[in-house]
């Protein structure tokens, strides 16, 4: 069966310090994958989604970066993070049909 | 882009009662899912739900693609009904999930 690993789940991080964030998938072979946001109390927004290796959309202009160096691995970075980079951060992967999330990461940039 | 709306935006039901959720999209969609996130932040998939009725226990839910809504509906709730429910769906033509606005449920006991 299919799984996906998300980790750190909690991240304090001082502002300026640069990020790295990864998620894999297990069981499953050229999966799109996402990175979603969501800031405390609202709802989640797409950052990145991926349909292939190297192949990256960024919807949102901002101060984060996504790559994808294997076809079951995604990474979240940033070179210096700003305080409204905080939020809980949400993997996913799909096969074109029902997406699965992984368990999130909680960032507070201080 | 698609838009994804959600209604209502808030809901309080004492313990049993029932209730019903509401996703309005804008464009036509290729998939269409509900989720429940719990306290924790966990996103639990309820439903993949692109048309059609599906119904797993308590919950069921209906998508009506032609005229782009689909409903949520719980029956009986409980106190571990709480939380927000999202739909979130794939317009056609993208490989992007958008997520609604949510309804954040709280059922008392």
């Known amino acids: 069966s299919q799984t996906i690993h998300q980790w750190p789940a909690t991240l304090v991080q001082p502002v300026g310090s640069p990020l790295s964030l990864e998620c894999t998938v297990e069981g499953t072979s050229n999966p799109n ?3 979603y946001r969501q800031a405390a109390g609202r709802g989640l927004q797409l950052l ?4 292939g290796i190297g192949q990256i959309s960024s919807e949102v202009p901002q101060n984060l970066s996504a790559s994808r160096p294997q076809d079951r691995q995604f990474i979240l970075s940033s070179k210096k993070l700003l305080l409204s980079d905080s939020g809980f951060y ?3 992967w799909s096969d074109n049909t029902e997406a699965f999330f992984g368990q999130g990461t909680r960032l507070t940039v201080v | ?14 313990e049993g009662a029932n209730s019903t959720l509401r996703c309005n999209f804008s464009d036509s969609v290729n998939n269409l899912q509900w989720f429940h ?9 309820l439903f993949y739900i692109p048309s059609g009725t599906k119904q797993n226990g308590r919950l069921s839910a209906t998508t ?6 689909s409903l949520l509906y719980i029956s009986s ?7 927000v429910y999202f739909c979130a769906v794939e317009a056609s033509g993208t490989y992007k999930y958008i997520f609604g606005t949510g309804t954040r449920l709280k059922v008392l006991a």
């Open chain 1, 90 to 92: 949400l993997c996913a």
């Open chain 2, 37 to 45: 996130q719990n306290p924790w932040g966990q996103l639990i998939n």
């Open chain 1, 48 to 51: 990145f989604y991926s349909v």
């Open chain 2, 1 to 14: 882009g698609i838009q994804v709306e959600q209604s209502p935006p808030d809901l309080i039901l004492q």
């Open chain 2, 77 to 83: 709730s409980q106190t571990t009904d709480s939380g």
């Open chain 2, 64 to 69: 009506v693609a032609t005229e782009r809504y």
């Open chain 1, 33 to 35: 994958l996402y990175w």
